[in-house]
Nanobody, 127 residues
Framework: QVQLVESGGGLVQAGGSLRLSCAASGRTFSTFSSYAMGWFRQAPGKEREFVAAISYSGVVKTYNPDSVKGRFTISRDNVNNTVYLQMNSLEPEDTAVYYC????????????????WGQGTQVTVSS
């Protein structure tokens, strides 16, 4: 089993920042560094959308330009099995439940197919 636990969500004013974390664990997840990791989000009444992904090595980072707009940064710590999403200049449109995901590659993860998923953390941006 793979367990992904998100944290760091909350309520923030527009223009503020949040840093989301996702801790990975599980008996079949002994090689965190072999997985691509990423973030998705789902706003009320909308479909889940891809936000960002990072390769197993941390070298390749993929972003959804429509949602990120250069404001978010994904990173990972393969020693502590954790992936992060630094979100700056937050806008009310960023309000959503943010989900952590693990997949076999950035492209596969981005497709949403076969990913392992966390339970999500709520981010609310007030205007």
């Amino acid at each position: 089993q793979v367990q992904l636990v998100e944290s760091g969500g909350g309520l923030v004013q527009a223009g503020g920042s949040l840093r989301l974390s996702c801790a990975a664990s599980g008996r079949t997840f002994s090689t965190f560094s072999s997985y691509a990791m990423g973030w998705f989000r789902q706003a009320p009444g909308k479909e889940r959308e891809f936000v960002a992904a990072i390769s197993y090595s941390g070298v390749v980072k993929t972003y959804n330009p429509d949602s990120v707009k250069g404001r978010f940064t994904i990173s990972r710590d393969n020693v502590n099995n954790t992936v992060y999403l630094q979100m700056n200049s937050l806008e009310p449109e960023d309000t959503a439940v943010y989900y952590c995901a693990a997949g076999t590659s950035n492209s596969v993860l981005r497709s949403g197919q076969g990913n392992h998923w966390g339970q999500g953390t709520q981010v609310t941006v007030s205007s």
